[in-house]
C-alpha cells in the first residue's frame, strides 16, 4: 500500500506540473480570430487585443509586423486601468495594414515619463507599408514632461518612418504636452511627424484635435 501511495504521489504531482506549465503558455499566448492575410485578417475585438498587437510589434514579432487586421467594434479604455501603449516604435515599427472598419477608438492616454518612450498615437510609428483607414480616434490625452528630444504625438500616429499611408480616419479631442527640443519634436492631430527619407500619404482625413 506504502508503494502504491508513493506511485500515486508521483503521478499526481506529475500531472499538476504538465496542467501549470500548460497553463503558463496559454496565459503568455496571444492568439487572434483569423491567419492575418487580406483576405482572412487578424480580429482585433478588445481593448486588450490592441495592447496584445501593441506588445507583439514592439517586440518585432515576425509573424504580426507586417500583417492584416481588422477592428471589430469600438474601442473605449476609460476603464482599462493601464496606461495605453502605442503600436509600434521607431526601432520596430508596424508595417502592416490596419482596417478600423468605420470603429473608434476612445478615451487612451498616455503620461510615461521614460526617455525610452518618444513616440505617441494609437501608433507609435509606422514603417514601410504600413497602411492605416477607417479609423476614428476620439479623446487622446499623451504628456511628456520630460525634456527628451525626437517625441513626436499624434493622434492616429506619433512618427512616420518609412513610406506608409493614412486614410478615411479622423481624431476630436487630441491633447498633447509635449516638451523637448523643438527641432527635434512635433505633434499632430493625424501625425506627429515624418521622417525625411519617409513618406506618407494622407487620403480623406481631418482632425478636430
Given at each position: ?7 500515486f504521489?508521483g503521478?499526481?504531482l ?7 506549465s ?6 503568455t ?12 485578417p487578424?480580429?482585433i ?5 490592441l495592447q496584445?498587437l501593441?506588445?507583439?510589434i514592439n ?9 492584416y487586421y481588422?477592428?471589430?467594434?469600438d474601442?473605449?479604455?476609460t476603464?482599462?486601468?493601464?496606461l495605453?501603449q502605442p503600436?509600434?516604435?521607431?526601432t ?16 487612451i492616454s498616455?503620461e ?6 518618444r513616440?505617441y498615437?494609437?501608433?507609435?510609428a ?5 497602411v ?29 518612418v518609412?513610406?506608409?499611408s ?7 479631442g ?12 512635433g ?5 506627429g ?7 506618407l500619404?494622407?487620403?480623406?482625413c481631418?482632425s478636430?484635435?
Amino acid at each position: 500500500m506504502k508503494l502504491l501511495s508513493r506511485r500515486f504521489i508521483g503521478i499526481m504531482l506529475t500531472v499538476m506540473l504538465v496542467l501549470s506549465s500548460l497553463t503558463t503558455v496559454l496565459a503568455t499566448d496571444v492568439e487572434f480570430t483569423g491567419s492575418g492575410t487580406e483576405g482572412d485578417p487578424y480580429l482585433i475585438t478588445s481593448e486588450e487585443d490592441l495592447q496584445n498587437l501593441s506588445e507583439l510589434i514592439n517586440e518585432a514579432n515576425e509573424e504580426y509586423v507586417s500583417a492584416y487586421y481588422r477592428l471589430t467594434d469600438d474601442l473605449d479604455f476609460t476603464s482599462y486601468g493601464k496606461l495605453y501603449q502605442p503600436i509600434g516604435m521607431a526601432t520596430n515599427p508596424f508595417k502592416g495594414s490596419f482596417d478600423g472598419n468605420g470603429h473608434v477608438v476612445s478615451n487612451i492616454s498616455n503620461e510615461d515619463q521614460s526617455e525610452t518612450m518618444r513616440e505617441y498615437g494609437v501608433f507609435g510609428a509606422l514603417g514601410e507599408n504600413a497602411v492605416v483607414r477607417n479609423l476614428g480616434v476620439n479623446k487622446v490625452t499623451f504628456k511628456n514632461n520630460k525634456a527628451w528630444t525626437q517625441n513626436y504625438m499624434g493622434g492616429i500616429a506619433g512618427k512616420i518612418v518609412g513610406d506608409a499611408s493614412i486614410e478615411n480616419c479622423y481624431t476630436t479631442g487630441c491633447v498633447f504636452n509635449l516638451y523637448g527640443n523643438a527641432q527635434d519634436c512635433g505633434s499632430g492631430g493625424i501625425a506627429g511627424g515624418v521622417l525625411a527619407e519617409a513618406t506618407l500619404t494622407v487620403k480623406n482625413c481631418y482632425s478636430n484635435a
